[in-house]
C-alpha cells in the first residue's frame, strides 16, 4: 500500500543525532518510499543547550536534499518541522512565539523526560493550546512512567496531548515494557499518529517492519487513520 506519512523522524542530517551524512539521510529515504511512504516530517531535536537550529536552514537543507533525489525517491516529499524538549526552557520560546511546528500546521512534536513524567507536563498541554498550537506527545510509551502505568499516557491525553508512538516499539526495538505500553494505548483507541523516529538507516527498517505489526495489532482500517489520514491533515499545508 502506498499513501503513508511519518511525522517524526530524525532523517536530516546534520541537525541532531540523526542522520549522519547525505548518504544516509537518502538512505533512510529510500527505505521509507520503499515502505509505501510518500511523506516524511524531518523533526531535528530542540533543546536548550544541546540542539537548536533555525528553520530557515532546515529548509534550505531539505531543498538540498531534495535535489539529489533519484527515480527510487520519486513520489516522496519531505516537510520541515522539530521535536521540542520541554523543560523550563520552552516557556520562554512558547511566550516568544519561537515555535516551529510541523510545515505550515500549528501542530508541534514534542516530548518529555523519559525517565519521569514531570508534574507541569499538563500545564505545558495547557499553555501550549491557549497559544493556539496543538501538542502532540512523542512515543509516550517509552516513558518509564507509562511503561509501569499506561494510564498515564491517556491522562496527558485528556490533558490536551495528541499521541503519538513509534512503529519500532511495536516491533521491540525499545524492549517489552515499551512494546506492551504501546499495545495498551493502540487498543484503548489513544494513539493518533503512528511514526519511525528513525535516526539511522538501521533503525529505518522499522518502515517495513512496524507497518505491518500495526496492522496486525489494529486492522487496516485503523492503521489508515493514524498513518495516513491523521498525519496527511497534520501536514495538508505543506
Not at 34 to 48: D, K, S
Request: aromatic share 8%.
Amino acid at each position: 500500500m502506498d499513501g503513508y506519512v511519518d511525522i517524526h523522524s530524525h532523517v536530516m542530517w546534520g541537525f541532531d543525532d540523526g542522520a549522519n551524512s547525505l548518504d544516509e539521510t537518502l538512505e533512510i529515504l529510500r527505505l521509507a518510499r520503499r515502505a509505501g511512504f510518500v511523506l516524511v516530517a524531518a523533526t531535528p531535536h530542540i533543546m536548550q543547550g544541546v540542539y537548536q537550529h533555525e528553520r530557515p536552514k532546515l529548509e534550505e537543507t531539505i531543498r538540498e536534499v531534495k535535489s539529489q533525489f533519484t527515480d527510487d525517491l520519486a513520489g516522496l516529499d519531505i516537510s520541515p518541522g522539530a521535536e521540542y524538549y520541554l523543560d523550563e526552557n520552552f516557556y520562554g520560546l512558547l511566550d516568544a512565539d519561537q515555535i516551529a511546528p510541523l510545515g505550515s500546521s500549528r501542530h508541534v512534536l514534542v516530548e518529555l523526560p523519559l525517565l519521569r513524567i514531570p508534574p507541569m507536563a499538563r500545564d505545558w498541554a495547557f499553555r501550549m493550546r491557549i497559544k493556539g498550537y496543538v501538542p502532540i506527545l512523542a512515543h509516550p510509551e517509552r516513558y518509564a512512567d507509562v511503561g509501569r502505568k499506561p494510564q498515564e499516557a491517556a491522562a496527558l491525553h485528556e490533558a490536551g496531548y495528541l499521541i503519538q508512538i513509534n512503529l519500532g516499539s511495536l516491533i521491540g526495538m525499545y524492549g517489552r515494557s515499551a512494546r506492551k505500553a504501546g499495545e495498551w494505548l493502540l487498543k484503548q483507541g489513544l494513539v493518533d499518529f503512528a511514526a519511525s523516529d528513525a535516526h539511522t538507516p538501521q533503525q529505518a527498517a522499522v518502515y517495513g517492519e512496524g507497518v505491518p505489526a500495526l496492522a496486525e495489532i489494529v486492522g487496516r482500517s485503523e492503521l489508515e487513520r493514524i498513518l495516513i489520514e491523521n498525519p496527511r491533515q497534520v501536514l495538508a499545508g505543506c
